[in-house]
C-alpha cells in the first residue's frame, strides 16, 4: 500500500535498471518462443501505434494525412489539419488567419488561403502589409518566377532582377504596383483617416477591377477578401511598401491615415461578439511575429483594459516559419535579444 492508502502501480523493467538481467530475460523468451508483451501500461505508450497504410496512389488527401503522417513534422502538420477540421471549422466558431513571413510571393495566395476565403473557412485576417503588397502584384498580371537560390545577388542586382529567397522578379514589378498604390490612393475616398480593414476593403475593390478588365480570375487575396467581405487588418501599417507609399502621398497633402486604435477596438470587438454570441474564437497562426500578437491581444484588451468579463480564445494552433525537427533532436535559433 502506498502512503495515500491506494495500491501502488506495478511497473514493468525500466530502460535505467541493470541491463544484464533484462538482456538474459529477453534471451530466454527468443529461445522459448515466448511473445514479447509490451509494457503498454505506461500512459507514454497509450499513443496510436505506429502502423501505417500503404501508399498506392488511391488514398484521399485525408487518409494520406491521418494514415501516414504519424511523426516528426509530418506528425504536428496532421495534428494541425485535425484541429482545424474538427475544431475551428465548427458551425459556431468565429476563425481568425494571421499571415507573416512571405507566404503570397510563393502562391500561396492563390492556391491555399483564396478558396479557404471562397469556402467560408476564414472570417478576418492580419497579415503583414509586404503579404498584401506581394499578393497584388498577381492581380495586376504581374508575373514572379520560380529561381535558384544560390544565384549570386551582385549579378541578379546587375540584370535588375529582384530576389526573395529562390522567388525572382522584375525590378519593374516594385515600380508598377507602386504605382497602381499611389494612382488609387489619390481618389476621393480615400482621403480621410480609416481602419486598416476598410483601406484593404477599398484596395481589394481595385484589384478585382483590374483582374476583371485583365481577363485575371482569382488571383488576388485582397480582391478575394473584397468579394467576400472579408476584413483584413495589418498590425503595422507603415512596415511594408504599401505603408511608405502613404506616407510619401501625405507629402502632397494627402489625408489619408490608418488608425491603429480603429484596428484594436475592431478586432477585439469581433472576438466579444463571436463569444457573446454563444458562439466560439478561434485563431489559425501562420508565421508568428507582429500579426500573431495582435491577433491574440484582443483578449487582454477585452479582459484587462476594457475590463469585460471573458475567457480566452477558444483554439489556436500555429504553423511556425522555423527550422525543420529532425529525427532525433530539434534545431533551435538564438533569439536575439
Known amino acids: 500500500m502506498s502512503a495515500s492508502g491506494g495500491k501502488r502501480r506495478k511497473k514493468g523493467p525500466s530502460a535505467a535498471a541493470p541491463k544484464a538481467a533484462q538482456k538474459r530475460a529477453a ?5 522459448a518462443g515466448t511473445e514479447h508483451v509490451a509494457h503498454e501500461a505506461s500512459r507514454f505508450l497509450r499513443g496510436q501505434r505506429i502502423d501505417p497504410r500503404r501508399i498506392d496512389g488511391t488514398e484521399t488527401v485525408a487518409q494520406l494525412i491521418e494514415g ?7 506528425g504536428r502538420l496532421r495534428e494541425a489539419a485535425q484541429l482545424f477540421a474538427e475544431k475551428m471549422l465548427e458551425p459556431d466558431v468565429t476563425i481568425g488567419l494571421t499571415l507573416t513571413g512571405a507566404l503570397t510571393p510563393a502562391g500561396l495566395g492563390m492556391s491555399a488561403l483564396i478558396p479557404l476565403i471562397e469556402a467560408g473557412f476564414v472570417d478576418w485576417i492580419i497579415s503583414t502589409g509586404a503579404n498584401l503588397y506581394h499578393d497584388t502584384h498577381f492581380g495586376l498580371g504581374l508575373s514572379m518566377h520560380r529561381g535558384n537560390a544560390q544565384e549570386s545577388d551582385i549579378v541578379l542586382r546587375e540584370e535588375g532582377v529582384v530576389r526573395i529567397y529562390d522567388i525572382f522578379f522584375d525590378y519593374d514589378v516594385l515600380l508598377s504596383t507602386d504605382a497602381f498604390f499611389r494612382q488609387i490612393m489619390r481618389a476621393p475616398e480615400f482621403q480621410r483617416s480609416m481602419s486598416s480593414a476598410e483601406f484593404h476593403y477599398l484596395c481589394g475593390r481595385y484589384v478585382a477591377e483590374r483582374e476583371r478588365r485583365l481577363g485575371l480570375s482569382k488571383r488576388s487575396l ?3 477578401a473584397y468579394a ?20 510619401a502621398l501625405s507629402l502632397e497633402g494627402s489625408a489619408l491615415t490608418l488608425d491603429p ?3 484594436v477596438n475592431e478586432t477585439a470587438s469581433i472576438v466579444l461578439a463571436a463569444k457573446t454570441s454563444g458562439g466560439k474564437s478561434a485563431v489559425m497562426i501562420m508565421g508568428g511575429g507582429s500579426p500573431k500578437n495582435f491577433a491574440l491581444q484582443t483578449e487582454p484588451q477585452i479582459q484587462e483594459v476594457l475590463g469585460i468579463d471573458e ?3 477558444t483554439t489556436s494552433c500555429r504553423s511556425p ?3 525543420p525537427i529532425r529525427a532525433g533532436f530539434r534545431v533551435r535559433r538564438r533569439r536575439r535579444r
Request: a neutral charge; zero cysteines; aromatic letters at 6%.
Open 27 to 31: 534471451e530466454a523468451r527468443e529461445r
Open 68 to 74: 501516414t503522417f504519424l511523426a516528426y513534422n509530418a
Open 222 to 224: 485582397l480582391s478575394a
Open 228 to 247: 467576400a467581405g472579408v476584413p483584413v487588418y495589418t498590425s503595422s501599417p507603415g512596415d511594408s511598401s504599401i505603408g511608405m507609399n502613404i506616407a
Open 261 to 263: 486604435n480603429l484596428d
Open 311 to 313: 475567457r480566452g480564445h
Open 321 to 323: 516559419m522555423r527550422a
